[in-house]
């Protein structure tokens, strides 16, 4: 079971390494461009890689001058 988890955990970080810029960009246009239906489990995903850029930014601009 722990093994499991390790493989799942390692996927999502994989998964929202590339996709997270996608969700970020793409989702917005679907939402109010292509008039796409509000679902609340793609809302949760887009504020997940908010906060992962927002977290990859930190890290590599304001901690990185310090």
């Known amino acids: ?3 499991f988890f390790k493989e ?3 996927a999502g ?3 929202f390494y590339y996709v997270k ?3 970020f ?5 679907l939402y109010y461009g292509l008039d796409y ?3 609340i489990i793609m809302d949760v995903l887009w504020v997940y890689c908010f906060a992962l850029i927002t977290k ?3 890290v590599r601009v304001v901690l990185k001058k310090k």
């Open 56 to 58: 990859d930014f930190i």
């Open 8 to 10: 799942l955990y390692g």
């Open 13 to 15: 970080i994989i998964f």
């Open 1 to 3: 079971m722990k093994h």
């Open 25 to 29: 960009i793409g989702l917005p246009i």
């Open 37 to 39: 239906k509000q679902n």
């Open 21 to 23: 810029w996608v969700i």
